[in-house]
């Protein structure tokens, strides 16, 4: 954890001690200490269950062909639909900044993943832009994957990259870019020979599918993603 993280980490629990709780979706004073979530957001929460399509992680029938045929990671998973509590979690963990979300999320990852899909990885987390992480001072993937890693003892590699406007190329190579749609992504350093994706929310696959791409280019021999929440399609 780096400085940055620390005085974060700080300020939250100082904020915490503070200010009196609330609930992270709706805002109600909560009772219960410890709590993040009040009773009716957590019985609310959005579940993804029944059987669920293997490669892109939405509920079946997934489409003819599967969003994912193509994509360049193997398997997809959420434990939730990005509706409801799930997405007002989601925003606040992004502009809010709370911590006890990211371990509320990392834990409902860990409680529910099929057990394949957590065993010998290592959890790469889906790089923020640049100017965002600076704007927000936050970046949601990574806290997610740095809490999942805690709780199931998996090591982290955080190797990817997302280019800034300071790096972006300019002409041919963006133009075409921009035709792909493809995100630009790149790999810092020696990646890991089995990767799990962490990301908060899972929309069309491209992030992964770039961030996938990308790892397996340099080397990776397994990609996977895994996100807190599933955006259904309608
Ligand atoms: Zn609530
Ligand atoms: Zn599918």
Known sequence: MNVADLLLRARDELLAALVPPACAACRTALTAAHAVLCAD?????????????????????????????????????????????????????KFGGALPLAQLMAAQIAAGAPPALLRDVALVPVPLH??????????????????????????????????????????????????????????????????????????????FDACARALRAAGCEHVAAVAYARALRG
């Open 41 to 93: 957001c957590r019985a609310a929460l959005p579940w993804l269950r029944g059987p669920r399509c293997v490669r892109c992680g939405l509920p079946l029938p997934c489409g003819e062909p599967c969003p994912a045929h193509a994509a360049a990671f193997a398997a997809a998973w959420a434990p939730l639909a990005y509706d409801g509590p799930a997405r007002e979690l989601v925003a606040a963990l």
């Open 130 to 207: 640049p100017a965002r992480r600076r704007s927000r001072g936050f970046d949601q993937a990574a806290r997610i994957a740095a809490a999942l890693a805690r709780r199931r003892d998996l090591p982290l590699a955080p190797c990817l990259r997302r280019d800034g406007p300071a790096t972006r190329q300019l002409g041919a190579s963006r133009a075409t870019r921009l035709r792909s749609g493809r995100l630009a992504i790149r790999v810092a350093g020696a990646p890991p020979r089995r990767a799990l994706l962490v990301d908060d929310v899972h929309t069309t696959g491209a992030t």
